[in-house]
């Protein structure tokens, strides 16, 4: 129990941008050193911001991209330096949802083949057994096996995300990767997908990583969550302390921002001011000063180091808020 | 009694799918008063946006019609007007902001043409004056450097900046109505909360009508007075927006207000509407969410039942035979 599954550690990834003979050489900062465990059998979510570094980071998880710096582990085996051929047996443990439930389905493949091409290049089962399998998955999530004949422009938002479960689950993975998994569904299509998902996290004994920018659905799916701003992560708790006090004045906005479906609540929103800075100029000292309404000298000159305060629970700021009166220096 | 600004009646609106029509919006009534948000709810596909293109007269002529109904601007029916006049109110009294702002700028004309060419339109200006108002509509939406702005193209923009930009260009002419078609979607919650604060900001200063239409319940709690969900190209309740929460009487409306993830919420696991939103080529007889509503019965599967006012509760609508049962008695059956 005690040993993570996945392990990162000062993880940095930067992408070459400014193309062009002449374009001026510059660096976007995706993701800037970056550390956590996920351990089995738990769900930890990464939220945030579009372009603060979470797909990256679940790609760099899941070895499709290779990191600058630092080092990641998975299941005992430090992966991060794996020439594509090493990483080939291990891709069967690691599976991915992506959030286009319309884009990452091949429109000219047949769904049972879809669904059961993980096996023919992982198993060495005949093609029966394959198809027995395939037919197997699509009642788990939820569908027959009389919509393996099918397309996939046959299916519905909802029902071609439960095709790419299903195509997630044939392998058996140890760790399945949620890229926004639910972000493309209606409401009442996105509650029937995470109950899936939960549903199968408990039958097959699944680890997710599950990335998302919804607060509300990853506080309902995780365990553990952690907050990234700029490719860093600024906080990361167990889910019920993260909600019931957070302690970076990031995650605090990003909280109040969320609309609440109840018009008795209406609560206090702390407005953050201006938008993201560029990631290929990142601001000196913390990331986030630009846009802290609590920032301080010292938060402009230095970067702030993380820091564990309370079980499990790790900020990444100067001035951490403590209590309710605001901040605790 | 607030003024009625905009008054929809029984709009039907059609499309052309193989050489036969298809209803994508049918009896479609509502108002919406000076001054007030109007949230407009419902799935992809529920026809929210083909009510406010019907409005606008946007829609594309030839592959699709308003069949019936009349839409009241002022008291004056649009739907019947010239389409000379209607691109003088379109734009100038009527103005429109588009889900993603990114797509809707032009991409080769920088802000200030974009923004300046539809104050010229309907206002006789000259080009600096034209300039001068650009600046500050801008400057009202909360851009810090307006000259700038206005200097850039779209793609040197962020969302956030964009979506201001498309609101500050619908607020140029200081429109009497403004239609918000998912607004927010393409933003992030931070931004969101800025955008919505700036459009509660205009509401109130200007006494400007807003039709938000949304997905999102969170936003709809937080900025409407009243609420419309639809339903399969039909209004299945109307009611303010306490009420509607507190008391959803619809069983769609229900379903769909349990199946949101609320913050704060011990949940692990959502109740959820099975199955999924009928074609339209392909309607169930009768009542259109009988399929996926759990208390359907017989009668549910062959009539269609009308949306009717709830007694005894102002503005509050239904389209469900368990509420004209509660009153008329199940005896009738």
Known sequence: ?329 | MAEKLLDVKNLRTEFKRDKSWVTAVNDVSFHINKGEILGLVGESGCGKSVTSLSVMRLLPIGTSRVSEGEVFFNGEDILKVDKKKMRKIRGHKISMIFQEPMSSLNPCMRISKQITEAILLHNDLSKDEAYKRAFNVLKSVGIPDPDMTLNSYPHQLSGGMCQRVMIAMAMSCEPDLLIADEPTTALDVTIQAQILALMEKIKEERNTGILLITHDLGVVAEMCSRVIVMYAGRIVEEAPVRELFEAPMHPYTQGLIESVPKLGSDMTSLPSIPGSVPDLSVMPKGCKFAPRCKYAMDICREKEPELVAVPGQEHRCSRCVLHKLEEKEVSKL
């Open chain 1, 1 to 329: 129990m005690s040993t993570p599954i996945v392990s990162v550690k000062n993880v940095t990834k930067t992408f070459d941008a400014g193309k062009g003979m002449f374009a001026k050489k510059t660096k976007v900062h995706a993701v800037n050193d970056i550390s956590f465990n996920i351990m089995p059998g738990e769900t930890f979510s990464l939220v945030g911001e579009s372009g603060c570094g979470k797909s990256t980071t679940g790609r760099l998880i899941d070895h499709l991209l290779i990191p600058d710096t630092g080092e990641i582990w998975f299941d005992g085996k430090k992966i991060s330096k794996l020439s594509q051929n090493e990483m080939r047996p291990l891709r069967s443990d690691v599976q991915m949802i992506f959030q286009d439930p319309y884009g990452s389905l091949n429109p000219r493949i047949k769904v049972q083949d879809l669904i059961g091409e993980p096996l023919l290049i992982h198993t060495n089962l005949s093609a029966g057994e394959r198809l027995k399998k395939v037919y197997e998955l699509l009642e788990v999530v939820g569908l027959s096996a009389a919509h393996g004949e099918r397309y996939p422009h046959e299916f519905s938002g909802g029902q071609r995300q439960r095709i790419g479960i299903a195509r997630a689950l044939t392998v058996h993975p140890k760790l399945i990767i949620a890229d926004e998994p639910v972000s493309a569904l209606d409401v009442s299509i996105q509650a029937q997908v995470l109950n899936l998902l939960q549903q199968l996290q408990k039958d097959f004994n699944l680890t997710y990583l599950f990335i998302s920018h919804d607060l509300s659905v990853v506080e309902m799916i995780s365990d553990k969550i952690a907050v990234m701003y700029l490719g860093t992560i600024v906080e990361t708790a167990p889910k019920k302390d993260l909600y019931a006090h957070p302690m970076h004045p990031y995650t605090r906005s990003l909280l109040s921002a969320v609309p609440i479906p109840d018009p008795a609540k209406k609560k206090e929103r702390t407005l953050l001011k201006g938008d993201l800075p560029s990631t290929t100029n990142l601001p000196a000292g913390c990331l986030f000063h630009t846009r802290c309404p609590y920032c301080q000298e010292k938060c402009i000159k230095e970067r702030p180091e993380t820091q564990e305060i309370g079980e499990g629970h790790f900020v990444k700021c100067h001035y951490p808020i403590c209590n309710e009166e605001g901040k605790n220096v």
